[in-house]
Protein backbone atom coordinates (compact mmCIF):
# COMPACT_ATOMS: atom_id res chain seq x y z
CA UNK A 1 0.00 0.00 0.00
CA UNK A 2 1.74 3.37 -0.97
CA UNK A 3 1.84 6.75 0.66
CA UNK A 4 -1.05 7.82 -1.10
CA UNK A 5 -4.02 5.13 -0.17
CA UNK A 6 -2.16 4.18 3.20
CA UNK A 7 -4.82 5.51 6.08
CA UNK A 8 -3.45 7.91 8.05
CA UNK A 9 -2.07 6.99 11.58
CA UNK A 10 -3.67 8.93 14.48
CA UNK A 11 -2.52 7.87 17.61
CA UNK A 12 -4.12 8.41 20.86
CA UNK A 13 -1.12 9.37 22.82
CA UNK A 14 -2.13 10.02 26.43
CA UNK A 15 -3.44 5.84 26.84
CA UNK A 16 -0.05 4.78 26.47
CA UNK A 17 1.78 7.36 28.53
CA UNK A 18 -0.78 5.80 31.40
CA UNK A 19 0.03 2.16 30.31
CA UNK A 20 3.45 2.60 30.65
CA UNK A 21 3.36 5.02 33.60
CA UNK A 22 1.44 2.19 35.29
CA UNK A 23 3.45 -0.84 34.25
CA UNK A 24 6.96 0.28 33.93
CA UNK A 25 9.23 0.10 37.03
CA UNK A 26 9.89 3.65 38.42
CA UNK A 27 13.99 3.02 38.55
CA UNK A 28 14.13 4.80 34.75
CA UNK A 29 15.34 8.32 35.46
CA UNK A 30 16.62 11.88 33.71
CA UNK A 31 19.55 13.75 34.28
CA UNK A 32 17.81 15.37 36.90
CA UNK A 33 17.00 12.27 38.87
CA UNK A 34 13.08 12.80 37.63
CA UNK A 35 11.28 9.24 36.70
CA UNK A 36 10.83 9.03 33.04
CA UNK A 37 9.25 5.11 33.57
CA UNK A 38 6.31 6.69 31.07
CA UNK A 39 8.96 8.36 28.33
CA UNK A 40 11.07 4.57 28.33
CA UNK A 41 7.61 2.81 27.56
CA UNK A 42 5.75 5.03 25.42
CA UNK A 43 9.25 5.27 23.34
CA UNK A 44 9.28 1.45 22.85
CA UNK A 45 5.78 1.53 21.46
CA UNK A 46 6.22 4.61 19.25
CA UNK A 47 9.45 2.65 17.92
CA UNK A 48 7.63 -0.77 17.38
CA UNK A 49 4.61 1.08 15.59
CA UNK A 50 7.62 3.80 13.12
CA UNK A 51 9.75 0.07 12.35
CA UNK A 52 6.71 -2.40 11.94
CA UNK A 53 4.12 -0.18 9.77
CA UNK A 54 6.55 3.02 8.64
CA UNK A 55 3.39 5.13 7.93
CA UNK A 56 4.33 8.20 5.91
CA UNK A 57 1.13 10.33 7.43
CA UNK A 58 1.02 10.09 10.99
CA UNK A 59 -0.40 12.32 14.05
CA UNK A 60 0.29 11.93 17.49
CA UNK A 61 -3.03 13.17 19.63
CA UNK A 62 -1.73 14.15 23.61
CA UNK A 63 -4.42 15.58 26.21
CA UNK A 64 -2.19 19.01 27.10
CA UNK A 65 -4.23 19.28 30.33
CA UNK A 66 -4.30 16.57 32.23
CA UNK A 67 -6.90 18.62 34.96
CA UNK A 68 -9.41 20.51 32.64
CA UNK A 69 -10.31 21.02 29.45
CA UNK A 70 -13.93 22.69 27.64
CA UNK A 71 -15.55 19.97 29.49
CA UNK A 72 -15.29 21.12 32.59
CA UNK A 73 -16.64 24.92 31.69
CA UNK A 74 -19.68 22.59 30.87
CA UNK A 75 -19.84 20.19 33.95
CA UNK A 76 -17.19 21.05 36.66
CA UNK A 77 -17.43 17.43 37.98
CA UNK A 78 -16.29 16.26 34.45
CA UNK A 79 -13.04 13.43 35.47
CA UNK A 80 -13.42 15.26 38.82
CA UNK A 81 -13.20 11.26 40.28
CA UNK A 82 -9.64 11.56 38.99
CA UNK A 83 -6.46 12.22 41.14
CA UNK A 84 -5.11 15.23 39.89
CA UNK A 85 -2.01 14.64 37.71
CA UNK A 86 1.34 14.21 39.67
CA UNK A 87 4.22 16.33 38.45
CA UNK A 88 6.03 13.59 37.54
CA UNK A 89 3.73 12.56 35.20
CA UNK A 90 3.29 15.81 33.76
CA UNK A 91 6.88 16.24 32.86
CA UNK A 92 7.06 13.32 31.27
CA UNK A 93 3.96 13.94 29.32
CA UNK A 94 6.34 16.90 28.07
CA UNK A 95 8.85 14.58 27.31
CA UNK A 96 6.47 12.33 25.35
CA UNK A 97 5.79 15.14 23.16
CA UNK A 98 9.44 16.34 22.50
CA UNK A 99 10.08 12.33 21.23
CA UNK A 100 7.66 12.51 18.80
CA UNK A 101 8.81 16.50 17.66
CA UNK A 102 12.35 14.81 17.46
CA UNK A 103 11.07 12.23 15.67
CA UNK A 104 9.60 14.42 12.96
CA UNK A 105 5.82 13.26 14.05
CA UNK A 106 3.23 15.96 14.15
CA UNK A 107 1.97 16.46 17.25
CA UNK A 108 -1.29 17.44 18.59
CA UNK A 109 -1.76 19.00 21.76
CA UNK A 110 -4.42 21.83 22.90
CA UNK A 111 -5.19 23.59 26.47
CA UNK A 112 -8.56 23.05 26.22
CA UNK A 113 -9.67 20.19 24.00
CA UNK A 114 -8.68 16.23 24.30
CA UNK A 115 -6.77 14.21 22.29
CA UNK A 116 -10.03 12.54 21.06
CA UNK A 117 -10.85 16.33 19.98
CA UNK A 118 -8.03 16.82 17.87
CA UNK A 119 -7.86 13.22 16.44
CA UNK A 120 -11.43 13.63 15.25
CA UNK A 121 -10.79 17.20 14.02
CA UNK A 122 -7.49 15.40 12.33
CA UNK A 123 -9.75 12.43 10.78
CA UNK A 124 -11.71 15.03 9.51
CA UNK A 125 -9.43 17.56 7.45
CA UNK A 126 -7.98 14.25 6.31
CA UNK A 127 -11.14 12.43 5.03
CA UNK A 128 -11.46 16.03 3.01
CA UNK A 129 -8.27 15.23 1.77
CA UNK A 130 -9.51 11.86 0.73
CA UNK A 131 -7.69 10.13 3.23
CA UNK A 132 -8.78 7.36 5.22
CA UNK A 133 -7.74 7.24 9.00
CA UNK A 134 -6.57 4.49 11.52
CA UNK A 135 -7.33 5.78 14.81
CA UNK A 136 -4.90 3.58 17.50
CA UNK A 137 -6.79 3.70 20.74
CA UNK A 138 -8.21 0.78 22.45
CA UNK A 139 -10.89 3.72 23.66
CA UNK A 140 -14.58 3.07 22.97
CA UNK A 141 -15.26 6.55 22.96
CA UNK A 142 -13.31 7.00 19.82
CA UNK A 143 -15.25 4.86 17.82
CA UNK A 144 -17.89 7.38 17.02
CA UNK A 145 -15.44 9.12 14.59
CA UNK A 146 -15.95 5.83 12.21
CA UNK A 147 -17.20 6.03 8.92
CA UNK A 148 -16.60 4.14 5.60
CA UNK A 149 -13.03 3.23 5.55
CA UNK A 150 -11.50 4.32 8.29
CA UNK A 151 -10.44 2.02 11.18
CA UNK A 152 -10.18 1.71 14.70
CA UNK A 153 -6.89 -0.54 16.08
CA UNK A 154 -6.75 -1.55 20.19
CA UNK A 155 -2.47 -1.67 18.89
CA UNK A 156 -1.81 -4.39 22.57
CA UNK A 157 -4.70 -6.54 21.49
CA UNK A 158 -4.38 -6.02 17.53
CA UNK A 159 -7.77 -6.32 17.41
CA UNK A 160 -8.83 -3.81 14.18
CA UNK A 161 -12.52 -3.10 13.34
CA UNK A 162 -14.58 -0.87 11.18
CA UNK A 163 -17.34 1.23 11.43
CA UNK A 164 -19.57 -1.61 10.45
CA UNK A 165 -17.53 -3.81 13.62
CA UNK A 166 -18.80 -1.28 16.17
CA UNK A 167 -22.28 -2.92 16.89
CA UNK A 168 -20.90 -6.45 17.77
CA UNK A 169 -18.33 -4.60 20.39
CA UNK A 170 -20.40 -2.35 21.97
CA UNK A 171 -23.80 -3.22 21.30
CA UNK A 172 -24.49 0.27 19.52
CA UNK A 173 -23.66 1.57 16.04
CA UNK A 174 -20.80 4.08 15.68
CA UNK A 175 -23.02 7.02 15.07
CA UNK A 176 -24.67 5.91 18.36
CA UNK A 177 -21.83 5.39 20.58
CA UNK A 178 -22.45 9.47 21.93
CA UNK A 179 -26.08 8.92 23.01
CA UNK A 180 -25.07 5.21 24.26
CA UNK A 181 -22.73 6.82 26.67
CA UNK A 182 -25.56 9.83 27.26
CA UNK A 183 -27.54 7.11 28.73
CA UNK A 184 -25.38 5.06 30.84
CA UNK A 185 -22.64 7.55 31.34
CA UNK A 186 -18.74 6.78 31.75
CA UNK A 187 -17.52 5.83 35.29
CA UNK A 188 -13.85 6.79 34.06
CA UNK A 189 -14.81 9.99 32.91
CA UNK A 190 -17.43 11.14 35.48
CA UNK A 191 -20.14 11.49 32.97
CA UNK A 192 -23.59 10.98 35.31
CA UNK A 193 -25.57 9.39 32.14
CA UNK A 194 -29.73 8.07 33.55
CA UNK A 195 -29.61 5.98 36.96
CA UNK A 196 -30.54 2.95 36.37
CA UNK A 197 -29.96 2.47 32.47
CA UNK A 198 -27.38 0.21 31.78
CA UNK A 199 -25.45 -0.81 28.65
CA UNK A 200 -28.08 -3.59 28.02
CA UNK A 201 -31.18 -1.33 28.39
CA UNK A 202 -29.29 1.42 26.16
CA UNK A 203 -28.48 -0.62 23.24
CA UNK A 204 -32.46 -1.72 23.21
CA UNK A 205 -33.69 1.71 23.49
CA UNK A 206 -31.30 3.06 20.45
CA UNK A 207 -32.09 0.17 18.50
CA UNK A 208 -35.95 0.44 19.08
CA UNK A 209 -35.66 4.37 18.48
CA UNK A 210 -32.44 5.51 16.52
CA UNK A 211 -31.07 7.87 18.49
CA UNK A 212 -31.58 9.53 22.21
CA UNK A 213 -33.49 12.37 20.48
CA UNK A 214 -36.21 10.18 19.20
CA UNK A 215 -36.16 8.37 22.31
CA UNK A 216 -36.87 11.45 24.60
CA UNK A 217 -39.47 12.29 21.28
CA UNK A 218 -41.32 9.34 21.84
CA UNK A 219 -40.91 8.64 25.97
CA UNK A 220 -44.46 8.05 25.65
CA UNK A 221 -43.73 4.15 23.92
CA UNK A 222 -41.56 3.23 26.48
CA UNK A 223 -44.06 1.66 29.14
CA UNK A 224 -44.99 0.11 26.44
CA UNK A 225 -42.13 -1.96 25.25
CA UNK A 226 -41.10 -5.49 25.58
CA UNK A 227 -38.39 -4.83 28.26
CA UNK A 228 -37.81 -5.85 32.23
CA UNK A 229 -38.81 -2.53 33.58
CA UNK A 230 -40.20 -0.85 30.92
CA UNK A 231 -42.45 1.24 33.18
CA UNK A 232 -39.45 2.65 35.55
CA UNK A 233 -37.04 2.89 32.83
CA UNK A 234 -39.76 5.33 31.10
CA UNK A 235 -40.05 7.27 34.47
CA UNK A 236 -36.52 7.68 34.88
CA UNK A 237 -35.82 8.95 31.59
CA UNK A 238 -38.38 11.46 32.04
CA UNK A 239 -36.92 12.53 35.25
CA UNK A 240 -33.16 12.30 33.83
CA UNK A 241 -33.83 13.99 30.29
CA UNK A 242 -31.24 16.95 30.93
CA UNK A 243 -29.08 14.63 32.42
CA UNK A 244 -28.78 12.61 29.69
CA UNK A 245 -28.65 15.28 27.37
CA UNK A 246 -25.56 17.19 28.94
CA UNK A 247 -24.22 13.52 29.09
CA UNK A 248 -24.76 12.95 25.66
CA UNK A 249 -22.96 16.53 24.97
CA UNK A 250 -20.01 15.53 27.27
CA UNK A 251 -19.28 12.43 25.21
CA UNK A 252 -19.61 14.02 21.69
CA UNK A 253 -16.12 14.36 20.19
CA UNK A 254 -15.70 18.09 19.65
CA UNK A 255 -14.45 17.69 15.82
CA UNK A 256 -13.89 21.08 15.30
CA UNK A 257 -10.90 21.47 17.97
CA UNK A 258 -8.06 23.47 16.44
CA UNK A 259 -4.98 21.76 14.12
CA UNK A 260 -1.73 23.74 14.01
CA UNK A 261 -1.56 25.88 10.79
CA UNK A 262 0.96 23.13 9.24
CA UNK A 263 -0.91 20.46 9.87
CA UNK A 264 -1.24 19.62 5.86
CA UNK A 265 -2.24 15.93 5.76
CA UNK A 266 -0.20 14.63 8.86
CA UNK A 267 3.01 14.34 6.76
CA UNK A 268 6.19 12.72 8.89
CA UNK A 269 8.90 15.12 8.57
CA UNK A 270 12.75 14.45 8.61
CA UNK A 271 13.84 13.42 12.11
CA UNK A 272 15.70 16.27 13.81
CA UNK A 273 19.11 15.00 14.73
CA UNK A 274 20.41 17.19 17.22
CA UNK A 275 17.34 17.25 19.29
CA UNK A 276 17.81 13.38 19.16
CA UNK A 277 21.03 13.47 20.92
CA UNK A 278 19.49 15.86 23.13
CA UNK A 279 16.58 13.47 24.32
CA UNK A 280 18.78 10.68 24.67
CA UNK A 281 21.41 12.62 26.65
CA UNK A 282 18.49 14.45 29.17
CA UNK A 283 16.37 10.79 29.29
CA UNK A 284 19.61 8.69 29.68
CA UNK A 285 18.38 6.47 26.64
CA UNK A 286 20.18 3.33 26.19
CA UNK A 287 22.29 1.99 23.58
CA UNK A 288 19.38 0.14 21.91
CA UNK A 289 17.20 3.15 22.57
CA UNK A 290 19.61 5.18 20.84
CA UNK A 291 19.90 3.32 17.66
CA UNK A 292 16.32 2.68 17.13
CA UNK A 293 15.39 6.40 17.66
CA UNK A 294 18.22 7.30 14.64
CA UNK A 295 16.94 4.77 12.39
CA UNK A 296 13.04 5.11 13.21
Known amino acids: MDAVTAPVHLVDASLYVFRAWHSMPPEFEDREGWPVNAVHGFTRFLLELLERHKPARIAIAFDESLDSNFRNEIYPAYKANRDAAPEELKRQFRHCQRVCRALGLPVLADSRFEADDLIGAALGHV??????????????????????????????????????????????????????????????????????????TAAILLAHFGSLDGLLERLAEVPYLRMRGSAQHAARLGEHREIALLSRRLATIDVNAPLPADFGTAERRASDVAGLEALCEDLRFGPMTRRRLFSA
Open 127 to 200: RRAGHAGLIISADKDLSQLLDLDDEQWDYARNERWRADGVKARYGVHAHQIADYLGLTGDAIDNIPGVPGIGAK
